[in-house]
């Protein structure tokens, strides 16, 4: 689906030379992964060796794709690029706004009613700049990535954590924030702490019950959730290419539960099956001619120890199918030992719901395998003992499966087929209402990624366990968590005592791949002309307005808050309700540190307006300051601003007239998000001058005038008795920075550079 192959060639071909450089300069084999990030260095040809886990590197992904909810955003700043089309090719995908609730023709009407406005704006936007755009009901993301976009050997950026899944193809695929997104649609490089490496080693073979989800279930147990963090996971190895190009991008899409940069798989058969499956025989052809550079050196894979900062081995032959949680994924049970883990644990073992499908689980493999154990319901005269749901990834997945019977064979059990979205794997499962926070305690499975407290259905008493489709369909059947199919049997309907068979499927549709209207929608050539509406009534949408710069001439700056602890992005700009208005600045900018504690009161969104004497709200007290052409200052602690990538944590306190940020020490991300919002991000020389910092402190930046790359800055610190301190205070910009500093933010530079 418009993939373009002249771009993949172009690729291709300097993939050799790059690869060819970067092993002479490196004077070893190199693994995939390097070879990879290699071949898209922004500078070109590999010109010196990158240290993993210190340099900081600029890259040229090949492509970016973006989901509805963080791409409003994305493309609201994209359009102050200046530019008549997207630098890369990149796609919207309209998943995370349709909630299931009855069922996907029921579902999907209801969301394109409440979200019309997010899904006209998305595809006004998408054909003005040249962007694909997939509507609602076209499939989730990573799905669709998969089946159209991703190719071995690329790079690609994604606004989604999971942007990982690409890895089954082989690709380097990572999720980042909105703004990383619009800089490479701009044109301009990404950077990325050049990562370590993790290889894990799959010897055996898959059989049976076991599934490549149980891959990745084990690895969870064995990394926990934080073991992949600053690393990209490469797998290899005799179980490694046995295995379908869909079971590996399940493996990459949950390397996201344990932290892990992204994923990869070397290129083999599984994958060129694959890519010819699903229309793309010329990829597959011209991968096959750059084989060897599309996988790791041979003698990476021979001796691992020697390239990997840590290998894991895994036989598959004794892998025995997991069920990871509940609340974590990385609480890591094999089914044979389940029983006994519920009993100690106390969790409820009648099971409400299985549920299957997601961006992680609903390949046609995935799907016809299940369906194989659903239909001995019928031949086994059993009867389901749980609700069971399927969620297609794509419409190309649910036109086929329903072409082959397999829907069919799942009506008979009862079940309820969601809309081709994220639904109940985002939370978007309408399961109690309103009544959900109060919801009964319960135990559901499903072959999702994520079990975290209420991320199903908002319901924090639902324990959640991650299996394999095919398990979580066995477990449905028989209605209990201990079930393990492998050693016991159950009651059918005759009172007969009988054994599912084991699970059977096809890696691919034995009849092709199929589908009416896969829910692309190719841009326009020529968008020029193509206008983007967004009223000005909209509670959900706001066309930006350029930042203008803050200027050198800082005095007279007061304090709007003195964070205490912990300050992160949920902190400064919360998820959750306020998801609804991400594309709507001046009302999202309402939540605006409203989670950070002050520290003179040790309260939450409880701060003084020093125009009034009188406490109120953080964004109540901030807007009085912009109405009165008063700039603030933040003051916070260490590792302020970490978590996620979010670009709002710095938009909303610039929208509000916020110009500076200082702290003990950033996250790193949060703090290149101040610069390029063209915003001070600065860092106390001595932390001991956090605790001069007094309530009705006002700032005057003495040097400003004079901001340079490495010059630390002064500031006079008025007290309300009149005393004065001066502090010096450090950043790291570079002159790059500073002229985004100084145009107001690094879109307006961009601006005026295409002007
Ligand atoms: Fe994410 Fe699941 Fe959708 S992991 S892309 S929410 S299906």
Not at 49 to 56: A, F, M, P, S
Not at 625 to 632: L, N, P, V
């Amino acid at each position: 689906m418009a993939f373009d192959i002249d771009m993949i060639k172009k690729a291709y071909a300097n993939m050799a030379h790059r690869v060819d450089t970067a092993r002479d300069l490196v004077g070893r084999p190199l693994t995939l992964s390097e070879k990879i990030l290699y071949a898209h260095l922004w500078e070109g040809t590999p010109t010196k060796v990158l240290q993993r886990g210190k340099d900081y590197v600029d890259f040229a992904p090949d492509r970016v794709a973006c989901q509805d909810a963080t791409a409003q955003m994305a493309l609201l700043q994209f359009m102050h690029a200046g530019k008549p089309k997207v630098a890369v090719p990149t796609t919207v995908h309209c998943d995370h706004l349709i909630q299931a609730k009855v069922g996907a023709e029921a579902d999907l009407k209801r969301a394109k009613e409440t979200s019309n406005e997010v899904f006209d704006f998305l595809e006004s936007v998408s054909n003005k700049y040249g962007i694909g755009f997939w509507k609602p009901g076209a499939g989730i993301i990573h799905q669709v990535v998969l089946e159209n976009y991703a190719f071995p050997g690329g790079m690609m950026i994604g606004t989604d954590s999971h942007t990982v899944n690409a890895g089954g193809l082989g690709m380097i695929a990572i999720g980042v924030g909105g703004a990383d997104a619009v800089d490479v649609m701009a044109g301009m490089a990404w950077e990325l702490k050049f990562p370590k490496l993790i290889g894990v080693k799959l010897t055996g073979k898959l059989s049976g019950w076991t599934a490549p989800k149980d891959v990745i279930l084990k690895v969870a147990g064995i990394l926990t959730v934080k073991g992949g963090t600053g690393a990209v996971i490469e797998y290899f190895g005799e179980g490694a290419t046995s295995m379908s190009c869909t079971g590996k991008g399940t493996i990459c899409n949950m390397g996201a539960e344990v932290g892990a940069t992204t994923s990869t798989f070397g290129y083999d058969e599984s994958m060129d099956r694959y890519l010819r499956s699903t229309d793309r025989a010329d990829v597959a052809d011209e991968a096959n001619k750059i084989k060897s550079y599309l996988t790791a050196d041979p003698e990476v894979y021979a001796n691992p120890e020697a390239y990997f900062d840590q290998v894991i081995e895994i036989n598959l032959s004794e892998l025995e199918p997991h069920l990871n949680g509940p609340f974590t994924p990385d609480l890591a049970t094999p089914i044979s030992k389940m029983a006994e883990a519920a009993k100690e644990n106390d969790w409820p073992l009648n099971v409400q719901v299985g549920l299957i499908g997601s961006c992680t689980n609903s390949s046609y493999e995935d799907i016809s395998r299940a369906a194989s154990l659903a239909k001995q319901v019928s031949d086994k005269n059993l009867k389901t003992k749980s609700e069971f749901t399927i969620t297609p990834g794509s419409e190309q997945v649910r036109f086929t499966i329903e072409r082959d019977g397999f829907i069919d064979i799942f009506d008979k059990i009862g079940a309820k087929v969601f809309a081709n979205a994220c639904g109940p794997c985002i939370g978007m499962w309408d399961r109690y209402g309103d009544k959900a926070a109060d919801g009964p305690r319960n135990t559901i499975v499903h072959s999702f990624n994520r079990n975290f407290a209420k991320r199903a259905d908002g319901n924090p008493n639902t324990l959640a366990f991650v299996g394999s489709p095919e398990l979580v369909t066995a477990i449905a059947i028989s209605g209990r968590l201990d079930f393990n199919p492998i050693t016991d049997t159950l009651i059918n309907e005759d009172g007969e005592e009988v054994r599912l068979d084991e699970p059977r499927g096809y890696e691919l549709p034995p009849l092709g791949f199929a589908v009416e209207d896969a829910g692309y929608i190719a841009p326009a050539e020529d968008g020029s002309h193509i206008n983007v509406k967004v009223s000005t009534e909209s509670e959900r949408l706001q066309l930006l307005a350029p930042f203008k710069p803050i200027g050198n001439k800082l005095q007279g700056v007061k304090l709007l808050i003195k964070a205490f602890g912990k300050c992160t992005t949920d902190h400064i700009s919360m998820a959750g309700p306020w998801l609804r208005y991400r594309g709507h600045l001046d009302n999202i900018a309402n939540n605006t540190l409203i989670g950070a504690v002050n520290a003179f009161n040790k309260q939450t969104n409880f701060v003084k307006n020093q125009l009034t004497g009188e406490y109120g709200g953080v964004p109540d007290v901030q807007r009085e300051y912009k109405k009165a052409g008063i700039f603030s200052i933040v003051v916070g602690d260490h590792n302020y601003g970490e978590g996620s990538s979010r670009e709002h944590a710095a938009m909303q306190p610039r929208h509000l007239g916020v110009a500076a940020v200082l702290v003990k020490s950033f996250a790193r991300i949060h703090e290149t998000n101040l610069k390029k919002q063209g915003m001070l991000a600065l860092t106390f020389a001595n932390e001991n001058d956090y605790d001069l910092i007094q309530e009705d402190d006002i700032f005057n930046f003495l040097d400003l005038d004079a901001f340079a790359p490495d010059k630390p800055l002064t500031i006079e610190l008025v007290h309300k008795d009149g005393s004065k301190d001066a502090i010096t205070v450090n950043h790291t910009y570079n002159n790059a920075q500073i002229a985004w500093y100084n145009e107001g933010s690094a879109l307006n530079l961009i601006k005026k550079q295409n002007a």
